[in-house]
């Protein structure tokens, strides 16, 4: 059963950093590309950043670019997001997703998301 | 940026109904669109992938067409755990980008 496992969130000031993880398994993590994508309370779903299987290409939504890095540790199966110089607009639930094995871009398993506020 | 325009925002409708949502992308992607179902507190699930293939193990009557910059979602025979947000979202190219959601609800 593939399983993805977020942790890592919670309140921090603004300008402030904070380091997300995201525990994979029940699939070979280091064939999958992955994807952070967040929801800010009562909005929409807003892709964040994308990982290749081996790192090679990455990918970050212009707001985050600069602040935000996306990582993985494929010998741990775990995919990380460390979030630097932290806004107001950063508040959000933040999911890691897995790339559909077939259809890239198409997120078809997610975990249950972890809360990132930020606020003084 | 491609822009993804969903409608209605909301839409109210009973058990048994026909439902279609729209989307509509700002340029062409081809078939790179998914949609997904989202209900409070929960994470988003995979519906549909390329525009039309059903993801395993969801029901049937959920259904998508649609190619280019015009796509529909449809759920034929709406049940009581159908009521929830839709979204779409494009693939063709970064940033991967959602639609604004559909909040489907019971009349």
């Known amino acids: 059963e593939v399983q993805l496992v977020e942790s890592g969130g919670g309140l921090v000031k603004p300008g402030g950093s904070l380091r997300l993880s995201c525990a994979a398994s029940?699939?070979?993590?280091?064939?999958?590309?992955m994807n952070w994508v967040r929801q800010a309370p009562g909005k929409g779903l807003e892709w964040v950043s994308y990982i290749s299987g081996s790192s090679t290409y990455i990918y970050y939504t212009d707001s985050v670019r600069g602040r935000f890095t996306i990582s993985r540790d494929n010998a741990k199966n775990s995919l990380y997001l460390q979030m630097n110089s932290l806004r107001a607009e950063d508040t959000a639930v933040y999911y890691c997703a897995r790339d559909h094995p077939v259809v890239r871009g198409i997120n078809d398993y997610w975990g249950q998301g972890t809360l990132v506020t930020v606020s003084s | 940026d491609i822009q993804m325009t969903q409608s209605p925002s909301s839409v109210s409708a009973s058990v048994g109904d026909r439902v279609t949502i729209t989307c509509r992308a700002s340029?062409?992607?081809?078939?790179?669109l998914a949609w997904y179902q989202q209900k409070p507190g929960k994470a988003p699930k995979l519906l549909i992938y390329a525009a039309s293939s059903l993801q395993s193990g969801v029901p049937s009557r959920f259904s998508g067409s649609g190619s280019g910059t015009d796509f529909t979602l449809t759920i034929s025979g709406l049940q009581p755990e159908d009521f929830a947000t839709y979204y779409c979202q494009q693939a063709n190219s970064f940033p991967y980008t959602f639609g604004q959601g559909t909040k489907l609800e019971i009349k």
């Open positions: 029940g699939f070979t993590f280091s064939n999958s590309r």
């Open positions: 340029q062409d992607i081809i078939t790179w």
